[in-house]
């Protein structure tokens, strides 16, 4: 199971590549990229502000806890995720793989020595308390390599599953948008839960064109045992 920005959609949180995406308002290679970072860490960092204060206001909603009763309820169950909102975890999945890391935890810019969660109620730049150098988001950014090992784990369970949903995603970042693609090329039955078509409609056995909010649920109400 895949999911990306769309998932956390209905918890107020914006995409980023919808109507509302925030990369309409920036140039992703301005902003979540290592150049982005050195050119302008001042701006870059206020962004990441920004977007965590509206995490840790936002809750997660009915399709992040619909997948954690999955979780619950389905022996093999992977999750997979684009997202560094971390909804997923506050919804109650313990076991989630994070392609593109976390926007909750930081690290040095200049060491890499972790630095754990800061607070989101200032914008200024954090020093690192090891090198004095500035703190990033725990993020891959543009033109970084994604964790290894998330990446090795994800594209096995993409292998072998027998079923896999792509919810919420535009499938338009690579690697993660190979997963689907993967599944479905080694036989899986591919399910896309989205309201609007993307580049591996073609490849899904369903496509639900709907919020995974109301989906979510409905696939929960639908497991034996229900
Ligand atoms: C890398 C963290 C090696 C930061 C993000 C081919 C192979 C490999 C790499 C590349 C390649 N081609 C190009 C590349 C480079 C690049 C890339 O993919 N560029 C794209 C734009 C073409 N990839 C990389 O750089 C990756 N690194 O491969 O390293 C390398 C290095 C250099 C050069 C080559 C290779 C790193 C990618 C990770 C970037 N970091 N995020 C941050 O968050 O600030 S990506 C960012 O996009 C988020 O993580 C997000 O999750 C992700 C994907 O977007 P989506 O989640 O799909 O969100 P989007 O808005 O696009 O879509 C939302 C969908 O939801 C929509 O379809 C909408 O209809 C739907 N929706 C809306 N409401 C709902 C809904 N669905 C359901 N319910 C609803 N209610
Ligand atoms: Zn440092």
């Given at each position: 199971m895949l999911t990306g920005?769309?998932?956390?959609?209905?918890?107020?949180?914006?995409?980023?590549?919808?109507?509302?995406g925030i990369w309409k308002s920036l140039r992703?290679?301005?902003?979540?990229?290592v150049d982005g970072f050195s050119r302008d860490p001042a701006t870059c960092w206020a962004w990441y502000q920004h977007r965590r204060r509206a995490y840790h206001a936002a809750e997660p909603n009915a399709g992040h806890l619909a997948l954690a009763e999955i979780a619950r309820r389905v022996a093999d169950?992977?999750?997979?995720?684009?997202?560094v909102d971390r909804l997923h975890q506050r919804a109650g999945n313990s076991a989630v793989i994070e392609l593109h890391g976390n926007a909750i935890e930081n690290h040095c810019f200049r060491c890499g020595e972790p630095a754990g969660a800061v607070s989101a109620e200032s914008d200024d730049l954090v020093p690192c308390s090891h090198c004095g150098?500035?703190?990033r988001p725990s993020v891959v950014w543009f033109g970084e390599m994604l964790p290894v090992d998330a990446l090795e784990k994800a594209a096995q369970a993409a292998r072998s599953a027998t079923v896999f949903l792509s919810i919420g995603t535009?499938?338009?970042?690579?690697?993660?948008?190979?997963?689907?693609?993967?599944?479905?090329?080694?036989?899986?039955?591919?399910?896309?839960i989205n309201p609007e078509p993307t580049s591996i409609t073609h490849l899904a056995r369903h496509h639900f064109r709907a919020p995974s909010g109301t989906v979510l649920p409905q696939i929960v109400a639908a497991l034996p045992g229900a």
């Amino acid at each position: 199971m895949l999911t990306g920005a769309g998932i956390s959609a209905e918890s107020g949180l914006p995409t980023f590549r919808g109507a509302d995406g925030i990369w309409k308002s920036l140039r992703p290679e301005e902003m979540a990229s290592v150049d982005g970072f050195s050119r302008d860490p001042a701006t870059c960092w206020a962004w990441y502000q920004h977007r965590r204060r509206a995490y840790h206001a936002a809750e997660p909603n009915a399709g992040h806890l619909a997948l954690a009763e999955i979780a619950r309820r389905v022996a093999d169950f992977t999750l997979i995720t684009q997202n560094v909102d971390r909804l997923h975890q506050r919804a109650g999945n313990s076991a989630v793989i994070e392609l593109h890391g976390n926007a909750i935890e930081n690290h040095c810019f200049r060491c890499g020595e972790p630095a754990g969660a800061v607070s989101a109620e200032s914008d200024d730049l954090v020093p690192c308390s090891h090198c004095g150098g500035w703190l990033r988001p725990s993020v891959v950014w543009f033109g970084e390599m994604l964790p290894v090992d998330a990446l090795e784990k994800a594209a096995q369970a993409a292998r072998s599953a027998t079923v896999f949903l792509s919810i919420g995603t535009s499938a338009q970042v690579y690697p993660a948008a190979q997963l689907p693609v993967l599944a479905h090329h080694r036989g899986a039955t591919l399910i896309e839960i989205n309201p609007e078509p993307t580049s591996i409609t073609h490849l899904a056995r369903h496509h639900f064109r709907a919020p995974s909010g109301t989906v979510l649920p409905q696939i929960v109400a639908a497991l034996p045992g229900a």
